[in-house]
């Protein structure tokens, strides 16, 4: 009689505990998942030793058919697996990262806002530790992706710098590059990207107050802009002169 009201209480004791366990394991869903490797960056990392290529890190979190996923134990990896539940891995597509995709996805339809100013604290630093994140996309595809940014970016350089105070750098160019763009990430004649075709000058405000005891003489900007061909150029005001 012993053993048998102890069977009951154990039976009892791993229902309750592993019930819900059971439903997240049948419906965990796990995506592979890798990124161009041409040269791109990305809020995300990269590393300057091994060609600027990029890399996921612990916590990331990406945007997969409405649902999110996330990855962990990866450490200045190119390819990472990333977990969710109830999530569709077989088709469909994927943004990183998941909240600007949660906020600005709807159906197919990704619209994205490039700002009008940034204001820089730090400089020389791993892309966008100071800046926005630039959105990527991936198709896909039976429980793999692989994703493609949808956007450019600037990268402008000054050696041997060693003023200080406060800084104005203005790139002015020749189409539209701040304010709205949209993209469709269902879209079958073109790839997906926020694209400047519009014929009117725009421009980008930095800021950036440099601290008398700063140690590096070079400073390194990076700025997202739609992709395209067109002019651009810099102006620097320092102490009110261009």
Not at 34 to 42: A, D, M, P
Not at 160 to 165: A, F, Q, R
Request: aromatic residues 14%; hydrophobic residues 35%; negative net charge.
């Amino acid at each position: 009689m012993k053993k048998f009201y102890l069977g009951i209480a154990l039976t009892m004791a791993l229902a309750s505990c592993t019930q819900e366990e059971l439903v997240n394991s049948t419906n965990e869903s796990k995506l592979q998942v890798s990124v161009e490797s041409n040269n791109t960056l990305s809020r995300v990392g990269f590393d300057k030793a091994d060609n600027w290529s990029f890399f996921w890190h612990n916590g990331d979190e990406i945007w997969v058919n409405d649902g999110i996923m996330n990855t962990d134990a990866v450490d200045k990896s190119k390819t990472a697996t990333f977990t969710g539940y109830g999530v569709n891995t077989s088709t469909g597509y994927a943004v990183y990262p998941y909240e600007i995709a949660k906020r600005n996805v709807n159906g197919t339809v990704f619209t994205w806002n490039l700002p009008e100013a940034y204001a820089y604290t730090e400089i020389d630093a791993d892309f966008f530790e100071s800046a926005q994140s630039i959105p990527m996309y991936a198709k896909v595809n039976n429980g793999s992706a692989s994703f493609k940014h949808l956007s450019a970016i600037v990268a402008f350089k000054f050696n041997d710098w060693t003023l200080t105070g406060e800084h104005v750098f203005k790139l002015v160019c020749s189409k539209k590059i701040t304010g709205q763009f949209t993209t469709d990430l269902a879209g079958t004649n073109t790839t997906p990207g926020f694209v400047t075709t519009t014929e009117e000058e725009d421009e980008v405000i930095i800021t950036y107050n440099r601290p008398t005891d700063a140690d590096k003489t070079s400073v390194v900007f990076y700025v997202p802009v739609p992709t395209g061909t067109y002019d651009l150029y810099v102006e620097l005001v320092v102490d009110g002169k261009t």
